[in-house]
């Protein structure tokens, strides 16, 4: 069964950076993507960006070019998400999900989210 | 980017009612249109991809429609499971973007 497992919670300052992993199971890493979806305390959904596991090419939501950087290892099956440059309002679960096919499509199997919580 | 409007915020309705939740997009985005359902300290569900495929597992209550700009959720007849706040999500080959959230209370 397709299982996403997210790295634990963050306390980061603002300024700073957090970097949350994404470790995939129960299928071919390489044949589907990755998007990254937050959720600040209270809020809705925010699509933050997308990564193909297959060959890195990325898709990032405009609001957060320029901060955001979303890789994979693939000998780990694993996804990252840094964001750079936090501030308060950055404060969020950080989910990640894998499309239901190989490109920027529906999300049928989501991570358990991680709290990053930005705070001086 | 696209932008996604759902409509209404919240909504009250007892157990057995019809309800239909419904979401506009700025400009048209084919049926490229997802909805998830989210229960507090939940990641969210799917429910509907392509506007009105239903999820594998997903009750038949749920249904979708709409193409273009505007498309519905409906439940037939809500169950006490399905009190939760509802999105739709728009996705095409660069970008996506998901709407407000419509909570569904018990009236």
């Known amino acids: 069964q397709v299982q996403l497992v997210q790295s634990g919670a963050e306390v980061k300052k603002p300024g700073a950076s957090v970097k949350v992993s994404c470790k995939a199971s129960?299928?071919?890493?390489?044949?589907?993507?990755i998007s990254w979806v937050r959720q600040a305390p209270g809020q809705g959904l925010e699509w933050m960006g997308w990564i193909s596991a297959y060959n890195g090419n990325t898709n990032y939501a405009q609001k957060l070019q320029g901060r955001v950087t979303m890789t994979t290892d693939t000998s780990t099956s694993t996804a990252y998400m840094e964001l750079r440059s936090l501030r308060s309002d950055d404060t969020a679960v950080y989910y990640c999900?894998?499309?239901?096919?190989?490109?920027?499509?529906?999300?049928?199997?989501w991570g358990q989210g991680t709290l990053v919580t930005v705070s001086s | 980017d696209i932008q996604m409007t759902q409509s209404p915020s919240t909504l009250s309705a007892s157990v057995g009612d019809r309800v239909t939740i419904t979401c506009r997009a700025s400009q048209s985005i084919s049926s490229w249109l997802a909805w998830y359902q989210q229960k507090p300290g939940k990641a969210p569900k799917l429910l509907i991809y392509k506007a009105s495929s239903l999820e594998s597992g997903v009750p038949s209550r749920f249904s979708g429609s709409g193409s273009g700009t505007e498309f519905t959720l409906t439940i037939s007849s809500l169950q006490p499971d399905d009190f939760a706040t509802y999105y739709c999500?728009?996705?095409?080959?660069?970008?996506?973007?998901f709407g407000g959230g419509t909570k569904v209370e018990i009236k």
């Open positions: 999900a894998r499309p239901l096919s190989s490109g920027l499509t529906a999300l049928g199997n």
């Open positions: 129960g299928y071919t890493f390489t044949s589907y993507g």
């Open positions: 999500q728009q996705y095409n080959s660069y970008s996506s973007t």
